[in-house]
């Protein structure tokens, strides 16, 4: 059998997703390595051609940590009533709606207010333009400000003491250390332990990738 590349990204997100997991439960079940989030686009099939050309795919420039889901080589641009984003990385692979991802200050920038929503909870989101090589996309909605959330294999959520839906606080070490409260668990076979944050959040407790914050559920 010859592999595809979404086939080898998904072995080498897994095993990560393993390696991860396996390093977190030998030195503390609390401790969960921090993936940080810039602003970023996913893609329906229908917008991919209407930006790209038909027939178009997205070209996978590197696998993610979470299993399946890779960074493309494609970028967009965001258009808003009083500014734009240029070179807006596509997350792979394509989604049944498209999906912006963006920080509250993106939002000033583009003048539009994104509220804060879970992945996938898009009624009566932000809308804007979106500009690729080969046409535009106007979105009435689908703009949103990802809440901070902690991805799990259940196996992890046995050993922190969580499960799916709950909302726990998290807390950061460090010069500028302090705890994020209401980080949502979102807890499926598919997940590689990783708390998400977007770029602000990051910056305010002094984080980067792959650093340790600790559940604490008080």
Known sequence: MQLTEQMIDKVVAD???KATSSAASKSDPALVPVGVSNRHIHLSREDMEMLFGPGQNLTRMKAMKQPGQYAAEETVTLKGPKGELRRVRVLGPFRKETQIEISVSDGFALGIKAPMRMSGDLDESAGLEIV???????LEQGVIVAQRHIHMHPDDAKKAGVCNGEIV?????GPRGG??????????EASALEIHIDVEEANALGLKNNDQVRICKS
């Open 179 to 188: 705890i994020l409260k209401n980080v949502a668990v979102r807890v499926s």
């Open 15 to 17: 095993i990560l997703a």
């Open 169 to 173: 606080s998290v807390e950061a070490q």
């Open 132 to 138: 690729g090589p080969l046409g535009t996309v106007k």
